[in-house]
């Protein structure tokens, strides 16, 4: 099997070099970049790589036309998902618009549908950037890669694609227990390195039937796993480690831009931003000007390499808190998710979902789904969905009072499911006071 999968990555590389090595060459300049930000040659290609794009932007797109011959990035505004769906022909380049360019989207988890068009320079950049990444989680084109996810005809790669890469498409829609049965044995049955990614929700719901059933793992010769789309708590990210005997990584993704921040192995705790590819702003919560050190700020990213559609200073609607390690190099210490799902003590104080997710930790044994819901300014709803019972309401309460407010109200209510989003994706946090 070494040997198959050793001639599987040399002809997806030889395939490349003959198309010119694209991806080869977007591969090596991001690999120059990420593994060293802060050097000379890195800031020199990043500063022209924004001053191309916001030259190219401001004389072909007509949303941009105002700012021509402006070459501080600072100077242009920051933009929203509904900018963009309100001024869509504006953002399209005037050179890109008869080329057969991709369209990406999201399916709504935020309640908005999104779409728009990259051209195929950004989709080979797209593509580098995972290879990048998956490389410093351990992952050489050829393994076997095990892919979680609900799988569809849209989105599903044809059985012939997907063994020819040796890639594993799992559904995770219905992960029952039979299903993550199912899942343990195509790891067990086979010997060859492998790596799996998948919904952080459903590597917990994994994790959790692991811990439950206190099933032993044979060397199953895997060299990590990677978590996107979702928040990966910690419960998950240590457990599931133990049991697999492996890293348990994150990765901060969407499909509108690409990877803007990935956990590598040399980096298991705070996420590696991804410079190479993108200008990265944390700006303040309330206003457009960068957040103080320490506080939550908002992620703006600007796409350095999609021409079809530039997009400059985005804010992803998601939160972080930055990090200055000596060397220089800036990482994010956290990324918390949608700011719409912050969540609020009774004195109107952030609470990171962080603490939320801890408040379940011990009774996960009991528990099939969760879903913790601030109602309103002091008023909590925690959603349980139960294997039998549940006998620790008095303390559960409590644990929430402790750090929320001890004039909170909180309710338990016991449902027989939590619906998942259209994306597969469900939310166990959210927030229905402030929007």
């Known amino acids: 099997m070494k040997i198959v999968n050793y001639l599987r990555n040399k002809s997806f590389w030889f395939m490349d070099y003959l198309n010119g090595s694209p991806i080869k060459n977007h591969f090596n300049e991001i690999s120059l970049v990420n593994n060293d930000p802060t050097s000379t040659y890195a800031e020199k290609i990043k500063i022209t790589h924004i001053k191309n794009l916001l030259n190219h932007a401001s004389k072909t797109t007509p949303f941009y036309l105002d700012y021509k011959n402006i070459d501080d990035i600072n100077e242009f505004p920051v933009i929203r998902k509904t900018v963009i769906q309100e001024n869509f022909d504006d953002f399209q380049s005037k050179l890109y618009l008869k080329d057969n360019n991709y369209k990406v989207s999201t399916s709504g988890s935020t309640g908005t549908p999104f779409f728009l068009y990259q051209n195929k320079n950004k989709r080979n950049r797209n593509h580098a950037d995972v290879l990048y990444f998956l490389g410093e989680c351990n992952f050489k084109i050829g ?25 594993v498409q799992f559904d995770i829609s219905k992960l029952t227990d039979n299903r993550i049965e199912k899942f343990l044995d195509l790891l067990s049955n086979t010997k060859q390195e492998k790596n799996i990614i998948g919904f952080a929700s459903s590597l917990e719901q994994i994790t959790q039937y692991l811990d439950k059933n206190e099933i032993p793992l044979k060397s199953l010769n895997i060299n990590s796993v990677v978590a996107n789309s979702e928040y990966l708590n910690h419960y998950t990210k240590t457990s599931l480690s133990k049991h697999l005997n492996t890293p348990v990584l994150s990765r901060y993704s969407s499909e509108e831009v690409g990877i803007v921040a990935h956990q590598t192995n040399k ?71 949608r700011k719409m799902d912050l969540i609020f003590d009774t004195k109107g104080n952030i609470i990171s979902s962080f603490v939320v997710y801890t408040k379940f930790y011990n009774y996960y044994r009991l528990l099939k789904q969760y879903q913790f819901i601030q109602q309103d300014e002091k008023r909590y709803e925690i959603k349980l969905n139960v294997h039998d019972k549940f006998p620790y309401e008095k303390e559960l309460i409590e644990s929430v009072k402790k750090d929320f407010g001890s004039d909170a109200t909180v309710i338990i209510t016991y449902v027989d499911e939590i619906p998942l989003l259209s994306s597969g994706k469900r939310k166990k946090v959210v927030n229905n006071y402030k929007k």
Not at 153 to 160: D, V
Not at 286 to 312: H, Q, S, W
Request: glycine letters at 6%; hydrophobic letters at 35%; proline letters at 3%.
């Open 267 to 337: 980096s298991v705790e705070y996420f590696v931003i991804n410079h190479a590819s993108y200008y990265v702003e944390l700006l303040d919560l309330e206003e457009d000007k960068p957040a103080k050190p320490g506080r939550y700020g908002r992620i703006v990213v600007t796409d350095l390499f999609n021409y079809c559609m530039p997009i400059i200073r985005y804010d992803t609607g998601d939160i972080a808190k930055l990090v200055v390690l000596e060397n220089g190099k800036t990482m994010f210490e956290e990324i918390e998710g």
């Open 143 to 167: 393994n076997r890669l095990y892919e979680l996810e609900v799988w569809r005809n849209h989105n599903k790669k044809s059985f012939i694609k997907s063994t020819l890469q040796n890639i």
